[in-house]
């Protein structure tokens, strides 16, 4: 019996896990498409100047409402990805010593 409850704790932890890196991956992909288009626009000369004047002054409108929403996030994936790796239960093996 406890080695089912363990089994299934895992498989729900890895669950989470996964899930938590492919939304992390579509973020990302949303930030480099970005970067991606600008400097696509910058290499075709299409009026760039007149494009990036507009685009950074909705980016400005973004920050202000989604300021601290980006922050929040931010804040929370640093806490899920380098300050708290483990949960509680987890087992650790270090040189094959558990």
């Given amino acids: 019996v406890n080695a089912f409850r363990e089994r299934r704790a895992l ?3 890895l669950n989470d896990t996964k899930t938590a890196v492919n939304k992390l991956h579509q973020m ?4 480099v498409g970005v970067v ?3 400097i696509w626009l910058l290499i075709l ?5 007149h494009l990036l004047v507009l685009i950074s002054s ?4 973004v ?6 929403t980006c ?4 804040e929370s994936i640093i806490f899920l990805f380098v300050v708290h790796p483990y949960d509680v239960g ?4 270090i040189d094959g010593v558990q």
Avoid: M
């Fill in 58 to 61: 909705q980016l400005l409108l």
């Fill in 11 to 13: 498989s729900l932890t």
């Fill in 71 to 74: 922050k929040t996030v931010f």
């Fill in 45 to 49: 000369e299409i009026a760039t100047t």
């Fill in 63 to 68: 920050v202000f409402v989604f300021g601290n």
């Fill in 28 to 31: 990302i992909n949303i930030v």
């Fill in 36 to 38: 991606i288009l600008i």
């Fill in 90 to 93: 987890d087992r650790c093996e």
